[in-house]
């Protein structure tokens, strides 16, 4: 990834504590803030909120 670049890619940890994470890119210019999204967990069996880890 060349420095500078507006797509970054951020790890989405879940919030069920099980250490369930999604990769994903975020555009930072549009979402500066930290992104947060209701996302499948398989060892829960459920869909919990899964938010942006720095």
């Not at 967990?41 to 909120?49: A, G, S, T, W, Y």
């Amino acid at each position: 990834m060349a420095r500078g670049d507006v797509r970054i890619q951020v790890r989405l940890v879940s919030t069920a504590g099980t250490g369930t994470v999604y990769v994903t890119s975020k555009n930072k210019r549009n979402t500066p803030e930290r992104l947060e999204l209701r996302k499948y967990d398989k060892r829960v069996r459920r869909h919990v909120l899964f938010r942006e880890a720095r």
